[in-house]
């Protein structure tokens, strides 16, 4: 599978951002879909996971804030992003776990990943 991230970029406190995860060549029938994300020196921290039956888990620290979702063909994963604060700030990675039938933030689960995309929150 191929993941390529989209729509990061810089935006103020408070705003919003949606990225963007093209997703092809599946190779299993189920696969789970999440966004993790990371900065320098930091362990990669899993976001938000969906699953194939739409069902999704939050990391605590965006519930409310950020939304996953993936379009009715699902080859495109989103990740809405509100009320952003300078804590969000990292490199985010779009990922798949091929063949998994159920959400998860564990990064070991995931065996695809994109080259990640930079969001970047000023105060």
């Known amino acids: 599978v191929k993941l390529v991230e989209s729509g990061g970029g810089s935006v103020q406190a408070g705003g919003s951002l949606r990225l963007s995860c093209e997703v092809s060549?599946?190779?299993?029938?189920?696969?789970?879909l999440a966004w993790f994300r990371q900065g320098p020196g930091n362990e990669r921290e899993g976001v938000a996971s969906?699953?194939?039956?739409?069902?999704?888990r939050y990391a605590d620290s965006v519930k409310g804030r950020f939304t996953i979702s993936q379009d009715n063909g699902k080859n495109i994963l989103y990740l809405q992003m509100n009320n952003l604060t300078p804590e969000d700030s990292d490199t985010y990675f779009c990922?798949?776990?091929?063949?998994?039938?159920?959400?998860?933030?564990?990064?070991?689960?995931?065996?695809?990943w994109g080259q990640g995309t930079q969001v970047t929150v000023s105060l």
């Open positions: 969906i699953d194939d039956d739409g069902d999704t």
């Open positions: 060549g599946r190779s299993y029938r189920k696969n789970t």
């Open positions: 990922a798949a776990a091929e063949g998994l039938f159920y959400v998860t933030l564990h990064v070991s689960r995931y065996n695809a």
